[in-house]
């Protein structure tokens, strides 16, 4: 397009100088910008509205303004005309069919608090969102601690079998991770929430703008004071895709749980959640946990994407924010898909009770239990380890068929006592107690110290854990009543000049 062309007639935008070149499409952020088409038609309404209140727009023309911007919405997206992105889009479509007059829309504003402004607009959405994932995955945790707080399973440290817990135990741990992941996202939240709009460039303007009133309008909390911050700022972007990056991590050790525990037998996995092998008929594959997993690698990509965009970026805009923001919107998207698909692997899958009782005292994984027990006794806390770690030796060696000597791990323990003490081992405990403290479920039920696995430690951590989901799920539920409270108040505003 010339310049020649571009000026002819009422309504026609004369950016003609820049207009083309071969660089146009380099720099276009348009077809990206879908995602805040509907969030930057708010917030030329907030403006609009706004400035008609205050007198910098004739009544008359912002009703012409705002009638354009229901038209172009009703047309979408893909009907805007070409423009190097939405903003410019949008403003000429609203050009086109109000005439010059149109252009009043862009008064005392520039495209850098607009684009901050709608970034943060849509990012709220996606992140309530995020929040919902992560209450809803810790809904199904607490759902699967509530069946199983007297189901014992092995737990491990190093991959090897370490001390018996419940699946209770389990599922409360990760909650109680997941929960921080909730309150950091909150957190960022309301950082999110406030209101660039009406920084202008960076340098504010001279025109009597109300931002109080456009941050009231589109449902922000407050307004970023120093407008030079306001335009160009984005570490909200960076710390809302820190945070979901750390989810995205709890997540990928919660599903690598899961993925051992259904290779082990522990747990079956529902055929929602699973696939299966082109060519191996018999082959029944945890494939959504594991994308689950490598989605973590996704958001510390996201985050590093993002960090490294932002880095030594001067004041105020430069173009390199455009690139910033497409990590968060593909974070966010990924991360909550992830929190949620855990959510529904975990909330269907089967536990094996059976299985998981079979194994959970294999491997000797009461010896911490019955040192413990020796020490209570009176001997010194190293001896009594030393004592059981000599009878976990012969267990092991009976296990891989090193040792033929009798059978149980009491009779390890008997053996190891003469070797260590050099006495029968019930000169020092009560031979009941030591067959009790090599039961899963007896050695389960005597860690009730705070936080452990005993089933009644685990009640209260369950009760905390669901007093906590329904405190996030009210805060959440109220964020989002917030904002669809602001849109139909915005909607209310522009209907009186429509
Ligand atoms: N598309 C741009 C972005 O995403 C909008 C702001 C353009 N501002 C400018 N000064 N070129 O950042």
Not at 31 to 42: K, N, P, V
Not at 135 to 152: F, K
Not at 415 to 438: I, K, Q, T
Request: charged share 25%; glycine share 8%; hydrophobic share 40%.
């Amino acid at each position: 397009m010339t310049g020649e062309d571009s000026t002819e007639g009422e309504g026609v935008v004369r950016r003609d100088r820049f207009s083309g070149g071969p660089a146009r499409s380099f720099l276009s952020s348009l077809a990206a910008d879908e995602r805040i088409f509907a969030a930057d038609l708010a917030v030329d309404r907030a403006h609009v509205v706004m400035l008609a209140e205050q007198g910098i727009v004739e009544s008359e023309t912002a009703g012409e303004i705002l009638t354009a911007l229901d038209a172009v919405e009703v047309d979408g997206h893909g009907s805007l005309p070409d423009g190097e992105d939405v903003h410019e889009a949008i403003e000429t479509a609203v050009i086109e069919r109000v005439g010059r007059d149109g252009g009043k829309m862009h008064t005392a504003r520039s495209r850098n608090d607009e684009v901050a402004t709608c970034i943060r607009y849509r990012f709220r959405e996606d992140v309530l969102e995020a929040l919902e994932a992560t209450i809803g995955l810790r809904e199904a945790l607490c759902e699967v601690a509530e069946t199983h707080t007297e189901t014992v399973m092995p737990g491990y440290t190093h991959l090897q079998p370490a001390q018996p817990i419940t699946v209770a135990h389990w599922a409360c741990s990760y909650e109680e991770a997941v929960r921080r992941d909730t309150e950091r996202l909150l957190e960022a939240y309301a950082r999110i929430n406030q209101s660039p709009l009406g920084a202008a460039a960076f340098a504010g303007t001279t025109f009597d703008i109300d931002r109080e009133r456009t941050a009231e309008l589109l449902g922000f909390d407050s307004v970023l004071a120093n407008s030079m911050d306001a335009s160009s700022s984005r570490d909200f972007l960076l710390e809302t895709t820190q945070a979901l990056s750390t989810l995205a991590t709890t997540l990928s050790g919660l599903a690598e749980d899961v993925i051992l525990f259904a290779n082990r037998g522990f747990v079956d996995l529902s055929d929602d959640y699973s696939s299966t092998s082109s060519i191996m008929p018999q082959k029944k594959n945890p494939d959504t946990l594991e994308l689950v997993r490598a989605i973590a690698g996704d958001a510390a990509g996201g985050v590093q994407g993002l960090t490294t965009t932002l880095k030594g970026l001067p004041r105020a805009y430069n173009r390199d924010l455009q690139r910033a923001t497409p990590h968060a919107w593909e974070t966010v998207d990924d991360v909550t898909d992830a929190t949620e698909v855990a959510a529904g692997a975990v909330a269907s899958a089967d536990w094996n009770a059976e299985t998981l009782a079979a194994e959970a005292g294999a491997g000797f994984s009461t010896a911490t239990g019955v040192a413990d027990l020796l020490a209570a006794n009176g001997l010194p806390f190293r001896t009594a380890h030393e004592l059981v770690a000599h009878a976990a030796q012969r267990a092991a060696g009976r296990a891989n068929g090193e040792t033929v000597s009798n059978g149980s791990d009491y009779d390890a323990l008997e053996a190891a006592s003469r070797e260590v003490l050099d006495d029968p081992l019930e000169d020092h405990v009560d031979p009941a107690a030591v067959e009790a403290a090599l039961d899963p479920v007896e050695s389960v039920a005597s860690r009730n110290s705070q936080g452990g696995p005993a089933p009644e430690a685990v009640a209260a951590q369950l009760e905390s854990a669901e007093d906590a989901v329904g405190a996030d799920e009210t805060q959440v539920g109220e964020l989002r009543d917030d904002l669809e409270a602001a849109s139909a108040a915005l909607r209310e505003e522009v209907n009186a000049y429509v």
